[in-house]
């Protein structure tokens, strides 16, 4: 299976919540951190569910933002 990476920049104290969102589904996506920088994250999911992992990103990303 190949896995998508994309790489998100979002509110460091927001990094539980899209954890606990993404794991809500199973099979969806993997959530980790950088490493390099706490404010970036990598979300790796199945090709064959961007259009999903896209969906569910959207409805999230304004509580993830960090322009507020």
């Known amino acids: 299976m190949k896995l998508n990476t994309l790489y998100l920049h979002i509110r460091t104290d927001k990094f539980y919540f899209l954890k606990f969102i993404l ?3 199973d099979g969806l996506a993997i959530l980790s951190s950088s490493g390099i920088r706490k404010d970036i994250v990598l979300v790796r ?11 569910l990103l ?4 304004p509580s993830l933002s960090i322009y507020r």
Do not use: D, K, R
């Not at 999911?45 to 969906?55: G, L, N, R």
């Not at 959207?58 to 990303?61: I, L, Q």
């Open 58 to 61: 959207s409805a999230v990303a």
């Open 23 to 25: 794991e809500g589904y």
């Open 45 to 55: 999911y199945p090709e064959e569910q961007t259009e999903e992992v896209f969906a």
